[in-house]
């Protein structure tokens, strides 16, 4: 159920009356429906599933994320 | 089945079927059913002590008068069914010359002669014919093999994809050269030549059925150029195997069957073109299982690993070329992976086909 | 890639196993349910680095293993018309029914296709006029908003020559399942990430409450696996039993809302088999009547068919944790570990079948 990637929008277009968009993998790029992301913008990053973007990444989020990640791995480890 | 209880310990995953009363897909994708289909099937019909030895050509010994050796030869056979028949880097003409010459050199031989055999879809187009055959004479002068002798068969309409092509080689194994797939000890390097996927991921793209884009190009080449290379060396070479279909993965696993030995390969040195990454990531493939045709696995002799790969790396085709691994004891014949964390998990054969997955 | 390879970083893995090791007092049972992320644990080895405190427990968190028996006989039923293209998810293909499965039918000359995307099967409708196309909809939450929207596609384009078979499963329904069964040993869960980037992670708050246990929503990468198993663990060591988000990069509380606008049009909610387990209230969705002309149950009325589950199923007793992936009978017997055949299972290399390859004992 889960297998879903990030990618970069990168194009944004209407194809028989659907919101759709081109997003990039790194490397590699595939078309996705964006009509449950009406308010992506090319460059944002969202979250593909299937074809379909399901959500637009938060960036602040995923840096607080990391922070919080990173925060944990600098306490201090006994050796 | 009607009940009121929920039998919660009652999930389970549900068995695939074995397929054995037809040909399905996944007999021809160069996994475990592949590997079957040869060994239950053709094997037992065939059996002779050349096949039995399992390379991927066939060792003839040519004798002379008082049983001396006069040549070693390595003989082996493809046929090339790919569609499309013209992708990014390549073409099924490239690919048939390539695909032969490369299963010769890995028995260390020097590739000569080819034969092609064509089996043409009637409708083709001609002049998709002519590019066919001008790639393959350009595939063979940069092998240095000439095409000695062909064979052409006309099919109706919609049996054979456009074009289907056989290849037969014939090589000469140099004196003192002994590789086979049976011959990886405990202790021996692995070397892979380059980034691995590059061609599978090229082709599935060019199909165009699971409608995406990349730049990717095939990485079919000819790859005697670099076994030569490797074998001026003067080092010991065990094995040398092209991981085509069926991927890196299979390919280490027959040799571990082969030569019964276990292989462990380390995760963060086998390199992977980022494209070759997302594309596996997209469609939940795993680049190990992905076929290459333009790249090499060495299997060397204890300590000697380094100077072959610097052989390799001044070589145009293994540039990228890592040591990614080591044959070890392990009696149970399994390929093992230890991921970046320093945990192990084991690689098995590709089983059947690959199939995009959505969870 | 961005926001992948950021979240597996060897410190960070490192650095939050410590962690988990500093928090975990007790011996405790966690599920995910998720074939996506047994996927990955078993990839990357966490479970290797994990305390033997923890015990990791996988639940029936794959579309393509829990799919009724049932609905893949009427898939194959429909697939072995004459005249009919039959398109699906690539996972479908291997999965058994009681007879055969869908890579036979194929060889034995049916059209069966494999699609990435629903409205791919949606353009082969298009461009195939004179035939019938059907599509296999399955999955979870976070499969429902691309299926619903081919069925609203189809209906843009007065399409009259596509249907879908749907087999839609929930996931809240088998958590109340699974806590609310006798001998439940499970103490916390990690919640599917993409399918709460769909549906949020508000329906499991009624959940937590009432079975008094904590459930982290949780991703994917091994930094994101780890952290979620973190913060179940702090609040199992301190008896707290709330939703935490350890995914929010791309899961709220609220969810997609689109989305869920359109799952709302398109399904209702039903009751839902899941094979192997039963009849779960509530678990699945179906097509409203509505959308009955999309409906290849009712194009086809496959009726009440046959069903034989196999009787060389893998036994689970997973859920229970009785049973290891290793201790699986396919491993022993006539079946070699060199040779697990079948033991790949219905997805691509190592995915839902993770388990049962990966996690062999070396």
């Not at chain 2, 670099?226 to 195997?241: D, N, S, Y």
């Not at chain 3, 007790?26 to 599920?31: A, C, F, R």
Request: net charge negative; hydrophobic share 40%; glycine share 10%.
């Amino acid at each position: 159920m889960c297998l879903a990637i990030p990618g970069k929008i990168i194009e944004l277009y209407e194809t028989n009356g659907l919101w759709m968009g081109k997003v990039d993998f790194g490397g590699v790029t595939r078309e996705a429906c964006m009509s449950y992301v009406p308010e992506a913008k090319t460059g944002d990053y969202a979250i593909v599933h299937a074809g379909f973007a399901l959500n637009l990444i938060d960036e602040g989020e995923a840096l607080e994320t990391l922070k919080l990640m990173s925060q944990i791995d600098m306490k201090d480890i006994p050796e | 089945m009607t009940e009121s209880v929920l039998n919660i310990e009652g999930y389970m995953c549900p068995l695939p079927l074995a397929h054995n009363e037809r040909i399905v897909l996944a007999h021809g994708s160069g996994g475990r059913m592949s590997f079957d289909l040869i060994s239950k099937l053709f094997l037992p019909a065939f059996d002779n002590p050349i096949l039995r030895l399992g390379d991927d050509a066939g060792l003839v010994t040519i004798r002379g008068e008082g049983d001396t050796t006069l040549a070693r030869l390595a003989i082996s056979t493809d046929s090339h069914v790919v569609s499309p028949l013209f992708f990014p880097g390549g073409d099924i003409g490239r690919l048939a010359i390539c695909g032969t010459v490369n299963d010769i050199s890995m028995l260390g031989a020097r590739a000569l002669y080819l034969t092609a055999g064509f089996v043409l879809e009637e409708g083709l187009d001609m002049e998709t014919l002519q590019k066919v055959v001008a790639s393959m004479q350009s595939a063979a002068e940069e092998a240095q093999i000439r095409i000695i002798a062909g064979d052409t068969k006309v099919v109706q309409k919609s049996k054979a994809d456009g074009l289907y092509i056989n290849t037969t080689g014939i090589g000469l194994i140099p004196d003192g050269i002994d590789i086979s797939g049976s011959r990886a000890r405990p202790g021996d390097d692995i070397i892979l030549s380059g980034t691995i996927g590059d061609h599978g991921i090229a082709v599935l793209a060019a199909r165009g059925e699971l409608k995406f884009e990349t730049d990717l190009s095939s990485d079919v080449a000819p790859l005697n150029g670099l076994v030569a290379a490797m074998l001026g060396a003067g080092r010991e070479i065990h094995v040398l195997r092209d991981p085509t279909r069926g991927g890196l993965a299979t390919s280490l696993n027959e040799i571990a069957l082969q030569s019964k030995v276990g292989i462990l390969i380390n995760e963060e040195a086998i390199p992977v073109r980022p494209a070759v990454q997302a594309a596996c990531e997209m469609l939940g493939f795993d680049p190990l299982y992905v076929a290459n045709e333009g790249k090499l696995v060495a299997i060397v002799e204890q300590g000697s690993a380094e100077e072959t790969l610097a052989r390799m790396k001044d070589h145009p085709l293994g540039k990228e070329a890592a040591i990614i691994g080591k044959v070890t004891e392990n009696r149970q014949l399994h390929v093992s992976l230890r991921t970046a964390y320093g945990t192990t998990r084991m690689v098995d054969m590709l089983s059947g086909e690959m199939l995009p997955r959505i969870c | 890639m961005k926001y992948l390879d950021q979240y597996r970083g060897t410190a960070l893995v490192h650095g939050l196993i410590h962690e988990i090791e500093r928090t975990v007092k007790h011996h405790w049972v966690i599920m995910e349910i998720c074939g996506g992320q047994t996927h990955a644990i078993m990839k990357s080895g966490l479970d290797q680095l994990l305390p033997e405190s923890i015990e990791l427990v996988h639940g029936p968190g794959c579309p393509v293993c829990v799919t009724s028996l049932e609905m893949v006989d009427k898939a194959h039923a429909i697939a072995s018309h004459p005249g009919v293209i039959f398109t699906t998810y690539g996972d479908m293909l291997r999965v058994p029914g009681s007879r055969e499965d869908l890579i036979s039918l194929r060889a034995s000359g049916m059209d069966i296709r494999i699609v990435y995307s629903a409205l791919d099967a949606v353009k082969v409708a298009q461009e195939n006029p004179d035939k019938q196309v059907v599509f296999f909809a399955i999955g979870f939450e976070t499969t429902a908003p691309a299926n619903a929207m081919s069925v609203l596609q189809a209906e843009k384009l007065s399409l009259k020559n596509f249907s879908l078979l749907v087999s839609q499963v929930r996931v809240p329904p088998a958590i109340n399942a699974i806590l609310g069964s006798p001998g439940n040993r499970v103490q916390g869960f990690l919640a599917a990430g993409h399918v709460c980037t769909v549906m949020g992670f508000w329906e499991y708050l009624p959940i937590a409450e009432k079975y008094k246990v904590p459930i982290v929503v949780t991703g994917f990468e091994p930094a994101d696996i780890l952290l979620g198993i973190t913060k179940l663990m702090r609040q199992l060591e301190k008896q707290s039993y709330a939703v935490e988000n350890a995914y929010s990069r791309v899961v709220t509380r609220e969810g997609n809302q689109p989305a869920q606008g359109i799952i709302e049009q398109v399904f209702m909610e039903c009751d839902q088999k899941w094979r192997g387990i039963g009849m779960i209230p509530a678990s699945g969705w179906r097509l409203r009547p509505k959308y009955h002309g999309f409906d290849a149950e009712v194009r086809y009325s496959v009726a009440e068919i046959n069903t034989n589950e196999s009787t060389i199923c893998i036994a689970g007793k997973i859920l229970q944790g009785l049973a290891k992936p290793y201790d699986c009978p396919v491993f022993r017997g006539e079946c070699t570990p060199a040779h697990p055949l079948g033991a790949t299972m219905v997805s691509s290399e190592g995915a839902c079948a993770a388990y049962y390859r990966y996690g062999r004992p070396i």
